[in-house]
């Protein structure tokens, strides 16, 4: 199982990002998929999840509003939309996927597959 996320970069605050994570190896419309972030020093951290059949989203307050996660179960591929960007979303951004959730959306220890994240720079 491989999960790739990519579309990271330096934007200026209030700018716009798209992330993208494609997977392969995975069954991807069995599986409950998330975005993590990781600022330097600071632990791992939720930011949204969707369900197979992308009718529940979770986001995490600190960016609802600004942030959508979305998936193409054709194409094996999550998104996120990332909006109104500000120097406290800077953080390296990762997919997770998992199929039982024994905890919750929001817990780390829940997701079975991880990508390898990408850099998200947010310049003020």
């Known amino acids: 199982v491989q999960l790739q996320a990519s579309g990271g970069g330096l934007v200026q605050a209030g700018g716009s990002l798209r992330l993208s994570c494609t997977t392969s190896?995975?069954?991807?419309?069995?599986?409950?998929m998330a975005w993590f972030r990781q600022a330097p020093g600071k632990e791992r951290t939720f930011v949204a999840s969707?369900?197979?059949?992308?009718?529940?989203?979770l986001y995490d307050e600190s960016v609802k509003g600004r942030f959508t996660i979305a998936r193409d179960n054709a194409k094996s591929t999550l998104f996120l939309q990332m909006t109104d960007l500000n120097p406290e979303d800077a953080a390296i951004y990762y997919c997770?996927?998992?199929?039982?959730?024994?905890?919750?959306?929001?817990?780390?220890?829940?997701?079975?597959?991880w990508g390898q994240g990408t850099q998200v720079t947010v310049s003020s």
């Open positions: 190896g995975l069954e991807f419309e069995h599986n409950i």
């Open positions: 969707i369900d197979w059949s992308s009718r529940n989203m």
């Open positions: 997770a996927a998992g199929r039982f959730l024994n905890h919750g959306a929001e817990y780390v220890e829940d997701y079975d597959y």
